[in-house]
Each structure stands twice: as structure tokens, then as C-alpha cells.
């Protein structure tokens, strides 16, 4: 089965740094592309970054500059480590896969149980 277990949320001031790593299994990670999104508080989901099965990655406006993607095929993990830290950044963060489906010839997106990001003084 197809498993996403994010980790390294937590409390820290503005300006801080934290790495939040996403743990995969159940599927061929390295031919997948992989994603995170977030949770504000009052807000809808968002994508928050993403990178190709080769390396391409994009980012939302709110977040370039600051934030990286990031992943090691070898150990089916994908990173995002994270600058800069603002009270806006505050969320609950999710790793996301979308992974097709050949024998029912639909794609389904995967998600983790999310690890939470508060950033306040």
C-alpha cells in the first residue's frame, strides 16, 4: 500500500529554519513526481512546492526564494526544507503523490497525515 509519513514540523520564531522530510512507500518513487501543500489557518489547501521525477521544481510566489524542494531517490524521500520563517508560513503541511493507476486507468493523489508548522514569537 501506498504510505506518506511527513515529519519535522513544529513551534519556532520568525526567521527560524526547519527541514520537513516525507517518508514514501508502496509505489516507484523515483519515476513519480512529488508535491507539498499546506493548510492555513481559514485557508484552502495549497501547493506549496513540487519537482519532477528529474529534478525540475516550481514554487508558489509566496514561498520562492526561501523555500526548497528537494528529494533522494535512493532512500524514496523528498524534502522541504524551509527559510525564513514567517507567522504566515503557519500551517499544517502534507506530501503529496498523485500516482496512475494502469489497471483501473485512473490516477489517484496519496496523502500523508500532515505535520504542523507554527511559526509566532
Known amino acids: 500500500q501506498v504510505q506518506l509519513v511527513e515529519s519535522g514540523g513544529g513551534l519556532v520564531q520568525p526567521g527560524s529554519t526547519l527541514k520537513l522530510s516525507c517518508a514514501t512507500s508502496g509505489f516507484t518513487f523515483s519515476k513519480h513526481p512529488m508535491r507539498w501543500y499546506r493548510q492555513r489557518p481559514g485557508m484552502e489547501r495549497e501547493l506549496v512546492a513540487a519537482?519532477?521525477?528529474?529534478?525540475?521544481?516550481n514554487y508558489a510566489d509566496s514561498v520562492k526564494g526561501r523555500f526548497t524542494i528537494s528529494r533522494d531517490n535512493a532512500k524514496n524521500m523528498v524534502y522541504l526544507q524551509m527559510n525564513s520563517l514567517k507567522p504566515e508560513d503557519t500551517g499544517v503541511y502534507y506530501c503529496?503523490?498523485?500516482?496512475?493507476?494502469?489497471?483501473?486507468?485512473?490516477?489517484?493523489?496519496?496523502w500523508g497525515q500532515g505535520t504542523k508548522v507554527t511559526v509566532s514569537s
Open positions: 503529496n503523490a498523485a500516482i496512475f493507476d494502469r489497471t483501473a486507468i485512473a490516477t489517484n493523489d496519496y
Open positions: 519537482i519532477t521525477s528529474s529534478g525540475s521544481t
